[in-house]
């Protein structure tokens, strides 16, 4: 999976968007980079923190919008460079994945928009502590593999099970929930699907 493929696909994607001004918003980063079998793209492992919805969750980097942010893309940029230190500016912008409905017990109205962009320079991550517990980079491709896919359940509703996908080097996190919709969304609008251990016969 290259970047040019990547590129052409989300330059043509027909991004769903909301606006609705009563609505709650924040904004993620989707940072790719070139890696040696195919793109990567850059996760975090959010910091376990008491009242965060999030907590502990592996997400992209991103957050709430802020009056000064001018745009959700601008919210993307700010919060990747304060949560990581990866500075986007000069990054070349890909496009829009469709925005989402995040958490409810978060905000019952939050909407969530997710900004590709792609990152030529190596920038070390300046992790800030109180937000994020660690960061990585990852093949997408790999994520295809249909032996990393999992079912996931959250301690707030251990009865359900939620699908998930094996990341990190040892594999020990899981992504699921909102940051799985959006690799779902991503990988569809690349042409592919995410395995699910509920689709396996």
């Known amino acids: 999976m290259k970047i040019n493929h990547v590129r052409e ?14 609505e709650a918003h924040a904004a993620v980063a989707v ?6 079998s195919s793109v990567e793209i850059l996760l975090i492992e959010r910091a376990e923190r008491e009242g965060d919805p999030w907590s502990g969750h ?17 919210t993307a940029r ?6 990581v230190g990866v500075e986007l500016s000069q990054a070349e912008y890909l496009g829009r994945l469709d ?24 920038q070390p991550f300046a992790l800030e ?9 990852f093949p997408l491709a790999e994520m295809l593999e249909e032996s990393r896919s999992v079912e996931f359940s959250s301690p707030h509703r251990p ?11 040892p594999e020990r996190h899981v992504v699921w929930g909102l940051t799985f919709r959006f690799l779902e969304n991503l990988l569809d609008v690349l042409g592919h699907s995410l395995p699910r251990v509920s689709s396996r016969s």
């Open 129 to 137: 502590p109180s937000e994020v517990q660690e960061a990585f980079w």
């Open 31 to 36: 940072v790719f980079r070139e890696g040696r």
């Open 58 to 74: 592996m997400a992209f980097p991103g957050g709430r919008f802020e009056p000064q942010d001018d745009s959700s893309a601008t």
């Open 99 to 122: 925005d989402i409905a995040g958490n409810p017990r978060a905000s019952a109205t939050l909407v969530v928009a997710a900004h590709a962009f792609y990152l030529t320079d190596h």
């Open 78 to 83: 700010r919060e990747t460079y304060e949560e």
């Open 9 to 22: 696909r989300l330059a043509a994607h027909a991004t769903r968007t909301s606006h609705a001004s009563d």
């Open 159 to 169: 009865e359900q099970r939620f699908d998930g996908v094996l990341v990190g080097v």
